[in-house]
């Protein structure tokens, strides 16, 4: 079975602050991807990092940075020194890699609230 | 830069009602999705496709068809809306996998679909 929890629904913080959205995941195979996409107001998501299971290097671009842990099935995003344009609700993926592509499942996302 | 292309952004439709939502992608992509998304539930696949008329069954394909007549284009179609498909819709494309790594999907803006 495949499965992500991103248990915090909702999250608010003041500009400038840092925060961390959890995810955590549950899959029987040895090989899958972990994906996380931003999804703002207008509705599109938009693409943010993929990581392969054989990648545990933790990545950083800018403010944003993913915490990678094979052996607690988690995959945690934090955004450094947030911005009022960070505010969205984030989505945590799971792929497994038998398909040619992305069959994605999904979390239930969590929404982070940047108050200026 | 890659684009997909929902037909509509919003759409109130009354109960039995046979609706169509359209997607267009401009890469070439072969494989293409629709995802239903849901408050607390995340985006759950109800039905994708991997070439010109081959489709297949997502997680949640009840009371839902689909049609790719042609590569750019994938149509969700509801035979008879109920209120319980009252939801935003997601459609998205990727391409097959390069150099033996999944890439990421693409995804339009999304339809809000209201049935009455």
């Known amino acids: 079975a495949q499965k992500v929890t991103q248990a915090q629904t909702e999250i608010s913080v003041v500009e400038k602050e840092d925060v961390t959205l959890d995810c955590v995941y549950e899959t029987r195979d040895t090989t899958y991807y972990l994906f996380w996409y931003k999804q703002p107001p207008s509705g599109e998501l938009v693409f943010l990092i993929r990581?392969?299971?054989?990648?545990?290097q933790n990545e950083i671009s800018g403010r944003y940075s993913w915490n990678f842990q094979k052996s607690t099935s988690s995959f945690n995003f934090t955004i450094t020194a947030s911005q009022v344009v960070d505010s969205a609700v984030y989505f945590c993926a799971l792929a497994p890699s038998l398909y040619n592509f992305n069959k994605f499942y999904f979390g239930s996302g969590t929404k982070l609230n940047v108050k200026p | 830069d890659v684009k997909v292309t929902q037909s509509s952004r919003y759409l109130v439709k009354r109960t039995g009602e046979k609706v169509f939502l359209e997607c267009v992608q401009d890469?070439?992509?072969?494989?293409m999705f629709w995802y239903r998304q849901d408050p607390g539930l995340g985006l759950r696949l109800i039905y994708f496709s991997y070439d010109v008329k081959m489709k297949e069954k997502g997680d949640i394909p009840e009371g839902y068809s689909v049609s790719r007549e042609k590569k750019e284009r994938f149509s969700l179609i509801l035979e008879s809306a109920s209120t319980n498909q009252t939801s935003m819709y997601l459609c998205?494309?990727?391409?097959?996998?390069?150099?033996?790594?999944?890439?990421?999907?693409?995804f339009g803006q999304g339809t809000r679909l209201t049935v009455v």
């Open positions: 990581r392969n299971s054989f990648d545990e």
């Open positions: 890469m070439d992509h072969e494989n």
């Open positions: 998205a494309s990727s391409p097959e996998r390069w150099r033996g790594w999944n890439t990421e999907a693409f």
